[in-house]
Each structure stands twice: as structure tokens, then as C-alpha cells.
């Protein structure tokens, strides 16, 4: 499937504060969360609904009701943990596993050291949460592992992505929608996003 980038000119405004060396951890905080609300609207958009019988103050009708219970939304420790905030302000009800991961730093490739998810994860639409998709190993991984526990559906939501990440991704799990809010350039020497927003992981959490 085609990656789906935000278009829209108040992303980009939210993305140029959160690129900026000079913005703190709060607001960056702040802004991953909105970011990851309007991705999680976006991936929303095919949902199936239950129809639903209520009563307006004005009169009987047939509404649409999202199911939330049918989803499990599963950040990539560390970084993905801050996009968390945000996706739950959308859909409150939805579980919630994690899956541990580090990038080697001399190979670059993951690590995985932690995996925990709801024990039904297979019978639930799952929404990885990874604000970052550099080479895509992470990616990959860690649909991998969900794959191996039976899960049909999954989704990848991230902040910023790189071409050759995303033709990898795309290709291992074509099957996988991705939705990024911007597309970025390349990838530097170190397997850095250019021009990206430096370590998700250090600026959410303060660490360098
Ligand atoms: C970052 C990021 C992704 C991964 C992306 O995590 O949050 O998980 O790198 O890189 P890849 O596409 O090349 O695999 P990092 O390893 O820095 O861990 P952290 O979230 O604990 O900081
Ligand atoms: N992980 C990050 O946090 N940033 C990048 O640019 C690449 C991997």
C-alpha cells in the first residue's frame, strides 16, 4: 500500500516548531501529541461503524458507533510512547501493548527487548505508533513479531519517514498502511532521517 503523508498546511506549521534545534522538551511534547492526533484521524477515516439507534432531544435516528474495543493502539518503546497521549485523546477505549526496540548503533539494526500485548491482540486492528521510520528495521520487526501472534490488520502511524525506509517497509509488508505526517529527504551516513527532527526518543524524554 501507498504511504499516506498529512498534506496540510497546520502540519507543517506543527512540524516546523518540532524540527526547530531550539524548541524544549515541553511544546515538543505537546506537539507529537497533536501531530498524533490529527495521524490517528487520518487512519480512522475507513472505519467501519455500528449503527446505532439513539434519541437526539429532538427526535429517534440511526447513527454510526466506532467499536473501540476492537483495537489495540502499540507504541515502539521509547520513542513511540509519546505519541500515546495523543492517539487515546481520539479513541479513549482502545488497548494498549508495547514493544521494545534500540537501534544498534554500530549496525543500526533493532534490538528487540520487550514484547507485551493484550493476550486477544490477534482478533484487534493494531495501530504502531514509531514517530520515527529511518531504515524501517524497526518497522519491520516489530509487524514482524505482531504478525507471528495472528494479527490480520495492522497499521503504522509515524511523525517523519524516509524514502528508503518506506520502500523497504512497503515491500516486506505491502499489506501494512503507513501514514506519516512529511516524507523527508534521506538518510544521512548514520541512518539519521535528513533533514528530520534529530532522536525522537532523547527530545521527548529529555535525555541528551
Ligand atoms: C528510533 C525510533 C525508531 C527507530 C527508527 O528509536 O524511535 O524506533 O529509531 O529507526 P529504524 O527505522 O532505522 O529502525 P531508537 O533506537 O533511537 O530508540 P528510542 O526510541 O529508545 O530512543
Ligand atoms: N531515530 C531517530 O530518533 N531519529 C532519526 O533520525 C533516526 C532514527
Do not use: W
Not at 2 to 30: Q, S, V, Y
Not at 74 to 100: E, Q, Y
Request: charged residues 30%; neutral net charge; glycine residues 8%.
Amino acid at each position: 500500500m501507498k504511504t499516506i503523508a498529512l498534506n496540510h498546511p497546520l502540519i507543517e506549521h506543527k512540524l516546523t516548531i518540532l524540527r526547530d534545534k531550539n524548541t524544549g522538551t515541553k511544546e515538543f511534547r505537546e506537539l507529537v501529541k497533536e501531530i498524533s492526533m490529527f495521524l490517528c484521524y487520518e487512519a480512522f477515516k475507513d472505519a467501519k461503524l455500528d449503527k446505532t439507534k439513539i434519541e437526539t432531544p429532538m427526535q429517534e435516528m440511526t447513527s454510526g458507533k466506532l467499536n473501540e474495543d476492537a483495537y489495540a493502539f502499540v507504541p515502539i518503546l521509547r520513542a513511540g510512547m509519546g505519541m500515546l497521549d495523543g492517539v487515546l485523546s481520539v479513541i479513549p477505549n482502545a488497548k494498549i501493548g508495547h514493544i521494545g526496540m534500540y537501534r544498534n548503533e554500530e549496525t543500526y539494526e533493532p534490538v528487540n527487548y520487550f514484547f507485551k500485548v493484550p493476550k486477544d491482540i490477534e482478533k484487534r486492528e493494531v495501530i504502531l505508533l514509531d514517530p520515527m521510520l529511518a531504515t524501517g528495521g524497526s518497522a519491520i520487526d516489530a509487524i514482524d513479531l505482531l504478525k507471528e501472534k495472528g494479527v490480520k490488520r495492522i497499521k503504522f502511524l509515524c511523525l517523519i519517514a524516509a524514502p528508503e525506509g518506506l520502500k523497504v517497509v512497503e515491500e516486506k509488508h505491502p499489506d501494512v498502511q503507513i501514514y506519516c505526517a512529511s516524507i523527508d529527504d534521506k538518510l544521512n551516513a548514520n541512518k539519521y532521517i535528513m533533514p528530520g527532527l534529530g532522536d525522537a526518543g532523547d527530545r521527548i524524554f529529555g535525555t541528551k
